[in-house]
């Protein structure tokens, strides 16, 4: 399965240190166009921290030496795909790896696929994608009802009321990904608090904190403890639940129930709720924020959401059968470029076009490049979900890992959670955006808008 790793400039920062570090050899230009080195010893690091991240220096990178690229870290060169046919070409005989489980379990401590032979990784790999849909399955009742609490909140606000979509969605996702992940415990707000909190100090190290150097030692000191309280608490989940027979299975059961040691539990855990809880809200801040300026697509999801499902709650097998709704989430993913870019290693010597790319080369797929190029989307920065009924389209964004089979399991997971907020919010109440504001992004682990979204709702009828 291809699945594609979030990360900003620091976390590939890092990536190529460990990479630099663990397979050392001879420095060799790949003979890709690109920029020379500003310095001797950091190569182009300065000239992406002057961008302000590593997504907008690849787009001027691409659009100044075209689709294949070179820049460097340190004596090292770095290769960058910004098409989807340079992409295809590399992705085909490429398409081992789990990148982004790898890549974050590495910067955790953990011991990620790469470490084990590959018919246990991908058993492993099974065993978690397995244990995401168990748990969506056994669980979509608690999802509709957070669903259902938050936008019963929501409909209680007067008109003019300015509500704040990162926090209230952030909020969601929290609550979403805790109580599935590790059961009634998390029904708690206060244990839901204290996790917020850890998520939020390991995430934002993870994100940028390499940026500038050395962290201090209160700052790491932190970031430790955060580390080590979830660890903790998902080592003790583990203990408790073990061997126990629930009618509320969470992840964590279904991942005992796999046989898994405490160990690869707490690992998986990690994973799964560090990474769901920004995807999943990220998707569902831009999803809300787009419908509130698109009227005429809100009135569309609005039709089919009423057609497919009338007066009843969306269930787990109606979700299939709302095309728009996931077009609507696949033109979010596209224009918001929630996770604007990948990487793999290159294992063995490779060739994109004409050129050769040696073994052990960091290859960077420029995500949030290729989502907006011309070439493969019409109106590539316009908000437009029916483009998505085009199969060459849709061909075309399951190849970039976001539909389909190739998308992560953290995507497909807040796909449905999304799907549920969706269907039942826009049923209830009107979207409306705030006049004057203005949403900018903030491209790092995953895309988020730099200040709180804010919208104002209005019931509908």
């Given at each position: 399965?291809?699945?594609?790793?979030?990360?900003?400039?620091?976390?590939?920062?890092?990536?190529?240190?460990?990479?630099?570090?663990?397979?050392?050899?001879?420095?060799?230009?790949?003979?890709?166009?690109?920029?020379?080195p500003?310095?001797?010893?950091?190569?182009?690091?300065?000239?992406?921290?002057?961008?302000?991240?590593?997504?907008?220096?690849?787009?001027?990178?691409?659009?100044?030496?075209g689709?294949?690229?070179?820049?460097?870290?340190?004596?090292?060169?770095?290769?960058?795909?910004?098409?989807?046919?340079?992409?295809?070409?590399?992705?085909?005989?490429?398409?081992?790896?789990?990148?982004?489980?790898?890549?974050?379990k590495?910067?955790?401590?953990?011991?990620?696929?790469?470490?084990?032979?590959?018919?246990?990784?991908?058993?492993?790999?099974?065993?978690?994608?397995?244990?995401?849909?168990?748990?969506?399955?056994s669980?979509?009742?608690l999802?509709?009802?957070?669903?259902?609490e938050?936008?019963?909140?929501?409909?209680?606000?007067?008109?003019?009321?300015?509500?704040?979509?990162?926090?209230?969605?952030?909020?969601?996702?929290?609550?979403?990904?805790?109580?599935?992940?590790?059961?009634?415990?998390?029904?708690?707000?206060?244990?839901?608090?204290?996790?917020r909190?850890?998520?939020?100090?390991?995430?934002s190290?993870?994100?940028?904190?390499?940026?500038?150097?050395?962290?201090?030692?209160?700052?790491?000191?932190?970031?430790e403890?955060a580390?080590?309280?979830m660890?903790?608490?998902?080592?003790?989940?583990?203990?408790?639940?073990?061997?126990?027979?629930?009618?509320?299975?969470?992840f964590?059961?279904?991942?005992?129930?796999?046989?898994?040691?405490?160990?690869?539990?707490?690992?998986?855990?990690?994973?799964?709720?560090?990474a769901?809880?920004?995807?999943?809200?990220n998707?569902?801040?831009?999803?809300?924020?787009?419908?509130?300026?698109?009227?005429?697509?809100?009135d569309?999801?609005?039709?089919?959401?009423?057609?497919?499902?009338?007066?009843?709650?969306v269930?787990?097998?109606?979700?299939?059968?709302?095309?728009?709704?996931?077009?609507?989430?696949?033109?979010?993913v596209?224009?918001?470029?929630?996770?604007?870019?990948?990487?793999?290693?290159?294992?063995?010597?490779?060739?994109?076009d004409?050129?050769?790319?040696?073994?052990?080369?960091?290859?960077?797929?420029?995500?949030?490049?290729?989502?907006?190029?011309?070439?493969?989307?019409?109106?590539?920065?316009?908000?437009?979900?029916?483009?998505?009924?085009?199969?060459?389209?849709?061909?075309?964004?399951?190849?970039?890992?976001?539909?389909?089979s190739?998308?992560?399991?953290?995507?497909?997971?807040?796909?449905?959670v999304?799907?549920?907020?969706?269907?039942?919010?826009?049923?209830?109440?009107?979207?409306h955006?705030?006049?004057?504001?203005?949403v900018?992004a903030?491209?790092?682990?995953?895309?988020?808008?730099?200040?709180?979204?804010?919208?104002?709702?209005?019931?509908?009828?």
């Amino acid at each position: 399965m291809l699945d594609f790793a979030i990360f900003a400039v620091t976390f590939v920062i890092i990536l190529i240190g460990a990479v630099l570090y663990l397979y050392p050899s001879s420095r060799r230009a790949s003979g890709v166009p690109g920029l020379n080195p500003t310095e001797e010893k950091d190569g182009n690091l300065q000239d992406i921290v002057n961008k302000g991240s590593l997504h907008e220096f690849l787009v001027g990178l691409h659009d100044k030496f075209g689709s294949v690229a070179s820049f460097w870290f340190g004596r090292r060169p770095v290769v960058s795909l910004g098409s989807v046919d340079q992409l295809r070409q590399h992705i085909n005989p490429n398409w081992t790896t789990d990148s982004f489980e790898t890549m974050l379990k590495s910067l955790l401590g953990y011991q990620s696929g790469s470490g084990v032979g590959a018919t246990e990784s991908m058993i492993r790999k099974k065993v978690y994608e397995g244990a995401i849909n168990k748990t969506l399955e056994s669980n979509f009742p608690l999802l509709l009802q957070l669903v259902e609490e938050l936008v019963d909140k929501w409909a209680s606000y007067p008109k003019s009321q300015h509500t704040p979509l990162c926090a209230h969605l952030l909020g969601l996702a929290m609550k979403a990904v805790t109580q599935l992940a590790m059961g009634s415990r998390f029904q708690d707000d206060a244990e839901v608090i204290r996790f917020r909190k850890n998520h939020e100090a390991i995430w934002s190290e993870i994100g940028k904190g390499y940026l500038d150097g050395e962290k201090s030692s209160s700052r790491k000191a932190h970031y430790e403890s955060a580390l080590a309280e979830m660890e903790s608490v998902l080592k003790s989940v583990a203990k408790q639940r073990a061997g126990q027979e629930s009618s509320h299975s969470s992840f964590v059961n279904y991942l005992l129930q796999a046989n898994l040691t405490e160990r690869q539990v707490m690992e998986d855990g990690m994973v799964f709720t560090l990474a769901g809880c920004v995807i999943t809200a990220n998707l569902c801040i831009w999803a809300v924020h787009f419908l509130s300026v698109s009227e005429a697509v809100q009135d569309r999801l609005y039709d089919e959401l009423v057609e497919v499902l009338g007066d009843e709650p969306v269930s787990l097998e109606k979700i299939p059968q709302l095309r728009y709704c996931q077009q609507v989430l696949n033109e979010t993913v596209r224009t918001a470029k929630l996770t604007p870019m990948a990487a793999r290693l290159q294992e063995v010597e490779g060739k994109v076009d004409q050129h050769v790319i040696p073994k052990e080369t960091l290859v960077i797929y420029a995500l949030g490049v290729v989502l907006q190029d011309a070439d493969t989307w019409s109106l590539p920065y316009r908000f437009n979900p029916d483009r998505f009924a085009d199969e060459s389209v849709m061909k075309s964004f399951s190849l970039l890992g976001f539909s389909g089979s190739q998308a992560c399991p953290e995507l497909r997971f807040a796909y449905t959670v999304a799907a549920i907020l969706l269907s039942t919010l826009v049923r209830r109440l009107r979207l409306h955006s705030v006049k004057g504001q203005v949403v900018e992004a903030r491209y790092e682990l995953v895309t988020t808008p730099k200040d709180d979204t804010w919208i104002t709702v209005s019931k509908r009828n």
